[in-house]
């Protein structure tokens, strides 16, 4: 009889670790499920922040294009302008030229003194 109450006894002692080793292992659980709730949760968050990022960049890359078309037509438009400005610089010079021609043939013709014919 003391042999079955010792095994009684063994086996008590070896159910009772065994259900301390089970709450041991449901309380690990219970905290892996918090960490991966957790996670999840910073997850999403970095999700978040990364597409208000990406949101961002693609306001930055329209604000870019917006600059570079605006630069680009007044580049253009100050192109038309130095073009005018090199023709009217050139005429000026033709004209400058030809009245300085004209100048000269007047001098000239002061000079054999003639009437000009």
């Known amino acids: 009889m003391e042999f079955i109450l ?3 006894a063994q086996m008590q002692a070896q159910q009772a670790q065994m259900q301390a080793q089970q709450a041991q292992m449901q309380a690990q659980q219970v ?15 970095a999700a978040r ?3 208000e990022e990406i949101a961002d960049l693609r306001k930055l890359f329209a604000q870019g294009a917006k600059i ?18 090199v023709d009217a610089q050139l005429a000026s010079e ?11 043939a ?3 013709s002061l000079r054999k003194g ?3 014919n």
Do not use: P
């Open 6 to 8: 010792e095994q009684q």
């Open 31 to 45: 905290q892996m499920q918090a960490q991966q709730v957790q996670m999840q949760a910073d997850m999403g968050q």
């Open 49 to 51: 922040v990364h597409q």
């Open 68 to 85: 570079l078309v605006s630069n680009r037509e007044k580049i253009q438009e100050t192109d038309r302008r130095i073009s005018a400005l």
């Open 94 to 104: 033709r004209e400058l030229k030809e009245l300085r021609d004209i100048v000269r």
């Open 106 to 108: 007047f001098i000239e």
């Open 114 to 116: 003639g009437n000009g």
